[in-house]
Each structure stands twice: as structure tokens, then as C-alpha cells.
């Protein structure tokens, strides 16, 4: 890899959809807790919301970052934390990807279930119920985890050219390829493409 980091991140929101009154309002959700994965430092992070100018300059070196609905909901969700200009930010949202390849959103839980044989520890809504009862650690475990699985899920997909899933409908094992290392390739190479 040249030069500029690969960010793996999740976050944890303060309140729910019905709180802030839609889906439309991303911005208001708040942020409860931001776990990240840097690979030029080979380190997680967690961060509290007051510790989100952190994470903001880890996202200002990279040349990339990943995640599992970032585009829709965690940058979003993110922005009203930052100066920098998410539009600008190379991203690849890997349920993004899965979708324009198989035509339907597909879980975490069931790809890295399927794929890694590692499940996820709880869900945003226990996340929600931890913050109102003000138990941050559990929140960012559970977020460092979904981090973890992210990242693990990335280097499978890099490494192997596919990911999996199984299909609610057939119960089947659906292999799904992907290009991950394409993206990367292209980012280096300073191509202009348009990412996922």
C-alpha cells in the first residue's frame, strides 16, 4: 500500500430514529461511541463522543475508509462533528458493494457468520438501552467488535476475492465476489474512479 492510511469504523448512536423523528435526520442521532481500526498503526481505537477530533484526524490521513453502511449512516451521522469534507473522503461501503452485486441488503451478522464464522455480540438497539442506562462500556465493546468483525471481513474479502452469506429464501450459502484490493489499487494509482 502507498501512502495514506485504510480506516475501519463503526459508531454507536445516542438516540434512535423515532427520537429525532426520521431517518432523514442522521445528524441528530449523536454520536455514543466510535471504534476505528487503523492499519498503518495496526491499532484500534475507541472514542467517547468528546474524543471524536481524534478520530477526526485519523480520517484526515487516510486515503480510505471502510465500513458496513457507512455511506447512509455513520458518516451522517459523523458530520456534524467534523470540518472535514466527507464528500472528498474515498470510501468504500461494504454494504454497498454487496448490494450492487446481489440486489438486496445483506446483514453483517450473516456475512461474517458465513464468511468468518464469527457473530456479533449484540445489535444498535441494546446499544441504545446501554447509553440510556449509562453503561458506555458496553458500548464500545460491542462497537470495537462490530470494528473488528469489519476489518476481519475486509481482509477475507481482500485475501479471497469473495465474501458469503445465507439466503433467508433457500437457507443456501451464497458466494459473493468482490474486488476490495481493486479499490485500493486504484486509489494508489491516483485514478479518479468513482468508488462504491
Known sequence: MKDGDIIVFD?????SFEEVGAKNNLA???VSALAAYSYQQNQFFVFEEKELPY????????????GFNIRDF????????????????????LLDDIVEKVGFRVGL?????????????????????????GRIKEIKEYCL????????????????GHVLFVSKKTNEKI??????????????????????
Open 145 to 160: 467488535q462490530d470494528v473488528k468483525l469489519t476489518r476481519n471481513l475486509f481482509d477475507y474479502g481482500r485475501k479471497n
Open 11 to 15: 459508531l454507536e448512536t445516542k438516540k
Open 55 to 66: 478520530f477526526e484526524k485519523l480520517l484526515r490521513q487516510a486515503k480510505l475508509a471502510v
Open 28 to 30: 441528530l442521532l449523536g
Open 175 to 196: 458466494t459473493v465476489p468482490v474486488f476490495w484490493n481493486e479499490v485500493i489499487r486504484k486509489i494508489d494509482d491516483n485514478s479518479q474512479a468513482v468508488l462504491f
Open 109 to 133: 451478522n450473516n456475512l461474517t457468520q458465513t464468511t468468518l464464522e464469527e457473530a456479533k455480540s449484540a445489535d444498535a438497539l441494546q446499544a441504545l438501552i446501554w447509553y440510556k442506562e
Open 74 to 93: 455513520d458518516l451522517p451521522v459523523f458530520a456534524p462533528y467534523t470540518s472535514l469534507n466527507l464528500k472528498h473522503l474515498n470510501i468504500l461501503d
